[in-house]
């Protein structure tokens, strides 16, 4: 295979061919995981760094000190596996995201950038006030993803119970409530939400969690009997918690 051909196959869509090299035919390259997104190293290619990179799926840099190429952990086993390389907007710097296989530091610190410059007065001050915000917005994050797992047994149970409608098993609970139709729904429905009630009155929660896991039950295989989604009923929620409130 000819150089040229072998460019191809490395790069169909001549991404390449617009890289610009500095005076002395490098490109500068930040390392990140991939999984903590942390910077791990920086250091250069030249063109056939690169394409030892892009062929193994490792990363390969130059060395400028040693005037040679360099298999990162060639030697000691702490390899990058790449997952993506990006080039920015000025196409003169490269961004390598990877999953390590070890530290990237020759010190045996995870990352290269681990000693810190302190900051004092007001920026010590703003430092803090972006931390702060920057922790509120990641734990703002988390507790939508936590609410996501919270609430995904009510899309289990729709799903379960539109199953049961169109299958109707032999001997399950909710066959039966399909097949005795929607009044033998309603009165179940009524039945739970009387029985919420009166845990309610008594003030005995675990009774209470039972009787409205129940009701919530009843009021799902309602929906499909009616074939109304519960994402309509969410929507509404949604709608009523979005308008002006008049209290």
Known sequence: MSQTQENTALDPNGILGGIRWNEAGLLPAIVQDENSLEVLMFAYMNPESLRLSLESGQTWFWSRSRGELWHKGGTSGN???ITSI???CDSDTLLVKVVPEGPACHTGETSCFYREIPLEGAAAASAKKAKEAAAASGAQAVDVQKDS??????GELVRVIAEREVERPEGAYTTYLFD??????????????????IAAKNKDNA?????ISDLIYHL??????????LDEIMEELSARHERPRRD
């Open 79 to 81: 390899t990058q596996a």
């Open 86 to 88: 990006h080039y920015d």
């Open 149 to 154: 797992e919270r609430f995904a047994v009510l």
């Open 180 to 197: 005795k139709g929607v009044d033998k729904i309603l009165k179940k429905v009524g039945e739970e939400a009387s029985e919420t009630i």
């Open 207 to 211: 009774e209470l969690r039972l009787e």
């Open 220 to 229: 799902l295989v309602l929906l499909q009997e009616r074939k109304l989604p």
